[in-house]
Structures are given as C-alpha cells and as structure tokens.
C-alpha cells in the first residue's frame, strides 16, 4: 500500500526529492491537481509514470519547474509573449508550450518539436522542485481518462500500489488542471481552458484562438472527447433546463452550481458552491464527481455553468465527463 506523508514536513520533501533522484515515482500536490512526478530527464523514471497510469505513449507531460529562470535551458526561445504570461500567472496554473530543446526526452513530449512547462505555486510543489536539480515530468495523479485527484486520498484511491509515496499537501484551492496555451504558431492557442481563465490570458497578450476539441487532436489528448470521465453515466443539462425526474426505481444524482430545493426523488444531490462563485465550484467540481461515483448511482445529472471565467473550465470538464467513447 502507498504511504502518504506529510508534505509541511521538511524530512518528506528531503525523502522524495531522494527518491525522485534515486529515479522513482512520487504523487505531489499541486494548486490545480496532485501530479504524479518523475525526473523528466530520465526516461526510465519517466516510464514508470506512463505505466503506473496505464497512459498510452502519445499523450506528452507537462514539465514542472521552480523558478522562472529555470525554463531557459529547455526551450530554443522565449518570445515576449512566454515572458509576459510567465510574468502575469507565475508561479499559477498555466501550462506554456514552447519549442523544446533536445535535452527533453522524446519519450516526455511524446516525440512532438514542442514542451509543455509550467512552475506551480503550491509551497509543497515548489519546496519539492527546488530540493531537486532537474525538472519533474507529472501528469495528473489519476489512471488514464478518470477524474484528476484533489486530494491526497483521491491519489491513493485510484492508483493504489502503483505509487508509493505520496506527499500529502491537502487539498487543492484551485481544483481543475492547468490552462495550456500553444505559443508556437504566429496566434497563442488554447488548447486546454483550465485554472486560468481565457479573458485573464487575452489582458496580458491579445486574442487567444481556441483549440479545436477533437477526437484525434495529438497536440493534446487532454483535449480527446472522453476524458476526465466518472464512471457513472452522466447526464448534461442545458442551461435552464428542469431537472428530469427518476425513473421508477432508478438511483439518480445531481451535480449543481447551487443548492436546488426541486430535486424531487434524487438519491444523492452536490452542489459545487452556495453562492455561484466558480471559484469554488472549480475547487470542488472532481471530489465531487467522485462521490457521485462511489454512491452506486445509476446516472448522475450535472447543471451546465456560465461560461465565462473558471466556467469554460467547468464546463470542457463535464462535457468530456458526459461524453462516451
Ligand atoms: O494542472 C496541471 O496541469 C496538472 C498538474 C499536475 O500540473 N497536470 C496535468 O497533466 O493536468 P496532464 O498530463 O493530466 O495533462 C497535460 C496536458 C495534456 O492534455 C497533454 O496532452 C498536454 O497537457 N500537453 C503536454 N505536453 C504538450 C505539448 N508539448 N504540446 C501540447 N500539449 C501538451
Ligand atoms: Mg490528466
């Protein structure tokens, strides 16, 4: 069974940075989600990442630093847009894609010209990058297409014995992954909305072109249809649609922005905030949906959100959550 260990401890972030040295695996906290980390330039430890998530070959890592001066040596440029938006949301939830140089193993970017880089804010996160001298590669900490983990014990929970350590860092304030922005074509792309908001982006550098959400975009395959899924059957309402009523005997749940008072029948009801703030409803959305999916429902029902700020993020989430192969 994997340990979980305190990461305000000083002796834990020492022991992992050991560990990752010594090229293992560890789950660490981060303000978005956990991450499940290996030295990026080691491919055997990065191996071991993809399998403990049964992740196929062609989805890339993102690549974690501790510094802002750190990403220098693993990219070929850092055009003024990189050096605007490192400055705005650094350390913070934004993922940038940049040309890469070769010291980043294929094997972390899945063979693509580009890298993924971004430096977290989390203390635990940041403590533990800068007890290491190399970057660390982590996805997020959930098997390959499940719901992300904001907790400790959601890592544990879903990958069990394939991690052994586990640095608990409580749970994450932000609650929905990286935003990831492509600055490798004459416009920024978005290629995946996440926990800083698109209109934060545009302020600091201009339009941002959407990504193109598709089945086969290789560019990111956080971006496949399914993903971030429970395995319950969901079920996404409209905006302002009413709620539809159980069937005979049927174990209905219901994900709302806000407490409703006309879930007439359901077996189990979560709402994501009291006030509407998405904010909060971004921090809560994953433990959430995986209560949702312990309760032994037959399907769960989730109100859309605005989407405007968080919401864009919300709302890719449960889509992709609703979404069946
Ligand atoms: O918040 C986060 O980003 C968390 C924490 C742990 O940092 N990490 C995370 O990693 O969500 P992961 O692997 O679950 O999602 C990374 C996303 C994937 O959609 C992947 O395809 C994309 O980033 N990505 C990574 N490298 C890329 C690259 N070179 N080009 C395009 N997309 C890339
Ligand atoms: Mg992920």
């Given amino acids: 069974m994997s340990r979980i260990l305190d990461g305000n401890d000083p002796r834990t972030i020492l022991h992992a940075a050991e560990r990752l040295g010594a090229g293992d695996i560890v789950a660490f906290p981060t303000e978005t989600v956990y991450g499940l980390g290996a030295n990026a330039l080691n491919e055997k430890a990065v191996v071991k990442v993809f399998a403990a998530k049964n992740r196929p070959e062609f989805d890339p890592l993102i690549v974690h630093i501790g510094d802002k001066d750190a990403a220098s040596p693993y990219v070929t440029a850092l055009d003024p847009r990189a050096r605007q938006l490192m400055d705005a949301f650094w350390p913070g939830a934004l993922t940038l894609v940049l040309p890469k140089r070769p010291v980043i193993p294929d094997l972390v970017t899945a063979g693509l010209g580009t890298v993924a880089l971004r430096m977290p804010s989390h203390p635990v996160a940041l403590a533990l990058l800068r007890a290491v001298d190399f970057p660390i590669a982590a996805p997020s900490a959930n098997p390959f297409g499940y719901v992300s983990p904001t907790t400790a014990v959601h890592v544990r929970d879903s990958l069990g014995d394939a991690v052994d350590l586990i640095i608990d860092g409580g749970p994450c304030h932000v609650g929905v992954e990286s935003t990831v922005c492509a600055l490798t074509e004459h416009q920024a792309v978005l290629l995946r909305p996440g926990g800083v908001a698109l209109e934060q982006l545009e302020s600091v550098i201009g339009p941002v072109r959407p990504g193109e959400p598709t089945q086969t975009d290789r560019r990111s395959p956080g971006t496949l249809l399914s993903h971030y899924a429970p395995r319950v059957p969901v079920l996404l309402l409209k905006p302002g649609a ?25 077996t189990r009801t979560e709402a994501l905030s009291q006030d509407g703030n998405l904010l909060d409803a971004a921090a809560h959305l994953f433990a959430a949906l995986r209560r949702l999916d312990a309760a032994g429902l037959d399907r769960v029902v989730i109100e859309s959100v605005p989407e405007t700020g968080l919401g864009r993020a919300i709302m890719d989430r449960v889509r992709r959550a609703a979404a069946r192969d």
């Fill in 242 to 266: 009413a709620l539809p009523r159980p069937e005979a005997g049927e174990r209905l749940g219901l994900l709302s922005l806000t407490p409703r008072s006309d879930a007439r029948g359901y």
